[in-house]
């Protein structure tokens, strides 16, 4: 018996020495966050339009197509939260910065009153322990304990793997912090993925949710307008099986939050993309997101009408 417990505990001993081992190690591969942090705080002094947000604009805006001095920090499944903390870092230390664009997210405003569409095909988990380790561990942003900070115990993703890929692989963005969607891996059912959840406008609002969203948006543009920087807050395109899925009342509601977020802060911009008739099948990747076609249309559509750059075809 003591034989047994012994091994055990050796078994328990080795096994968490290479947990550690496996956590340090990580450190020193790249990934998606810690290569958009180093080239944020390598080039503060030559970024002129910065992109935040989730994979509306990782993976919808191209920063080789949008000009000099662009770079996209956005990174899928990004929560508002980890937006602004990363506004407030590095907005005030990048000397050249005009512009800040972000995503208007319709699924954020639901507060309380979103339910299942029947007709989403579901393809996403609940990530949301890994995105809280990653900006943890390689962003700095701390948004729980220690315990937080360990992808062998909190990551989802095959971070294994890692170890043993390219660091062209491994970072999975281009130089500039794009992911472009190949047609080519476009799905048969594509318009029924990447669906809003409907809204059921009987249910009262949670003016809790509400008024946390609301307070993140406005910390963020009274962020850029202290450092004179043009705040962007886009909706980018989406498919007509999105667009036929969300509630008009939800939309009006979007449209008078951005006017008195307007009149508090000038700096504030709105474009809505949504329903946008210069793109066609071929530029959606699924029903929210651009195929890596659309992507770069979308993004010489923003540089011509939002950074007012010429585009020479």
């Known amino acids: 018996m003591k034989k047994f417990v012994r091994n055990c505990l050796l078994f328990a001993l080795i096994s968490a020495i290479l947990c550690v081992l496996l956590e340090v190690l990580l450190l020193f591969k790249v990934n998606t966050y810690s290569y958009k942090r180093s080239y944020v705080e390598s080039h503060l002094d030559d970024i002129e339009c910065l992109l935040l947000g989730n994979s509306y604009i990782e993976e919808g805006l191209d920063p080789s197509v949008m000009g000099e001095g662009v770079f996209n920090m956005a990174i899928s499944g990004r929560d508002l939260e980890y937006d602004v903390k990363l506004a407030e870092r590095y907005i005030p230390v990048m000397p050249s910065l005009k512009t800040v664009i972000v995503p208007l997210d319709y699924r954020l405003f639901g507060f309380g009153r979103a339910v299942d569409n029947p007709e989403e095909k579901k393809n996403e988990e609940d990530l949301s322990d890994t995105y809280r380790c990653m900006y943890y561990k390689y962003m700095n942003i701390h948004t729980g304990g220690f315990w937080n900070w360990s992808e062998v115990l909190n990551s989802k993703y095959n971070y294994v793997y890692r170890l043993f890929q390219s660091d062209d692989v491994a970072r999975e963005c281009d130089p500039l912090g794009y992911i472009p969607l190949s047609l080519s891996k476009k799905r048969p059912d594509w318009q029924y993925r990447a669906l809003p959840r409907l809204m059921d406008m009987s249910k009262p ?62 700096c504030v911009e709105y474009y809505n993309y949504n329903n946008d008739g210069r793109f066609v099948e071929d530029d959606f990747f699924d029903a929210g997101h651009l195929s890596d076609h659309g992507a770069e249309k979308f993004s010489r559509i923003v540089r011509e009408e939002i950074l007012n750059l010429p585009f020479f075809y």
């Open 205 to 266: 609002i949670n003016e809790s949710e509400k008024n946390l969203l609301l307070a993140r948006y406005r910390k963020i543009a009274e962020t850029a307008c202290a450092h004179n920087c043009r705040l962007v807050m886009i909706r980018p395109p989406m498919y007509k099986t999105y667009n036929e899925a969300m509630e008009p009342e939800v939309n009006e509601e979007i449209s008078c939050f951005i006017s008195s977020l307007q009149e508090e802060f000038p």
